[in-house]
């Protein structure tokens, strides 16, 4: 499956210069695109349209708003800090324990007063930030995991990704973190990547650096025994996502909260092709029969009830 590029073609696997020409250059307009790389902006449109994501407790602007963050999470019994225009992990402060207004980590590790100023003075500053424009810090309500992924999961937090093509979801994996992965969920930094099955959310087949495992390499799990709960509300948050960004071709990137189920972390608009090396399948034959549906809209049931039904292990597609 992954030699030549006219193998891959064949196969319906989709390339990155045709991902960028013929799906996220033709279905996602460019002055949208601020809307997902920015998170705050993400959040605020999400709050919109009620879709469920982690509550925000408040944004920092500027360094002299820096001295009010304890005030801001007062109460809170953890948060996190993040640059509004980040990405890969890159400058987000978990904070799972407030004592005595002292902060710690998740390790542990206490995190000082002044080493809270200088983080958030960095995220402002835009040390984490793509071309190191300034940027503001999202103080958010912190994620507990659901921890349905325990055993499968090392020492990190498992997501779902879902391609979402024209408001159907069209192809799924679980991303769970590794040693090799540090933690991060990133296929490139060694975590492994579950394709999964449209209609159950069940691990389907499983690959960790592009070459297909069958059991989680610190664990020692059954990677195909995986069974996403509340799929069908992550399939339906998903789908919905279409509507509130306007975005054609998009990634979603949910988790599960223990407390209230599924939380879009974040969107993307160029989503990676890796997912179809998790999954074994390329996406260019569902994103063909999508494209031949027209334009007339169709409700976010009607299109998840269209790709279980075509889009199945037992569909050829
Ligand atoms: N609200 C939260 N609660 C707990 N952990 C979080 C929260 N937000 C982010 N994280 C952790 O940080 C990681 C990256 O967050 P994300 O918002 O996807 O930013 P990035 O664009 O940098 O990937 C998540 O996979 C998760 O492990
Ligand atoms: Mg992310």
């Known amino acids: 499956m992954f030699a030549n590029p006219k193998t891959l073609a064949r196969k319906g696997v989709l390339g990155m210069n045709k991902r960028n020409i013929d799906f996220i250059g033709k279905y996602n307009p460019r002055h949208l695109y601020k809307l997902v790389d920015d998170k705050l902006m993400t959040k605020q449109l999400a709050l919109k349209n009620d879709i469920a994501t982690p509550g925000l407790i408040g944004v920092i602007r500027q360094q002299p708003e820096i001295s009010g963050l304890p005030d801001m999470v007062k109460g809170k019994k953890g948060f996190v800090i993040k640059p509004a225009q980040g990405s890969g992990g890159k400058g987000i402060l978990v904070i799972t324990h407030v004592e005595d207004g002292r902060f710690y980590k998740p390790s542990g590790d206490e995190v000082t007063p002044s080493e809270m100023d200088r983080h958030c003075s960095n995220v402002l500053s835009g040390l984490f930030t793509l071309g190191g424009k300034t940027d503001v810090a999202v103080v958010e309500d912190l994620i507990q995991f659901d921890p349905v992924f325990d ?39 060694g975590a492994v990547g579950v394709g999964l099955d449209l209609v159950t959310g069940k691990g389907l087949h499983a690959v960790q650096y592009d070459r ?17 709960p509340h799929w069908d509300r992550l399939m339906t948050t998903a789908a919905g996502c279409y509507e509130m960004s306007g975005l054609g071709y998009l990634g979603t990137d949910m988790v599960l909260d223990v407390e209230h189920g599924p939380q879009l972390l974040e969107l993307n608009a160029r989503p990676g092709l890796a997912i179809q090396t998790a999954n074994a399948r390329g996406i260019l034959p569902r994103l063909k029969q999508i494209q031949s549906l027209g334009d007339v809209p169709v409700p ?6 269209y790709v279980k039904k075509h889009f199945n292990p037992d569909s050829g597609i």
Not at 165 to 189: C, E, V, W
Not at 300 to 305: F, G, L, P, T
């Open 151 to 189: 055993g499968y999961s090392f020492e990190g937090v498992p997501d779902i990704r879902l391609i979402v093509f024209k408001g159907y979801p069209i192809m799924g994996m679980l991303r769970l973190s590794t040693h090799a992965s540090d933690g991060k969920a990133n296929l490139h930094q």
């Open 212 to 228: 297909p495992i069958d059991l989680h390499p610190d664990t020692g799990k059954k990677l195909t025994d995986i069974q996403v």
């Open 300 to 305: 976010v049931e009607e299109r998840i009830a």
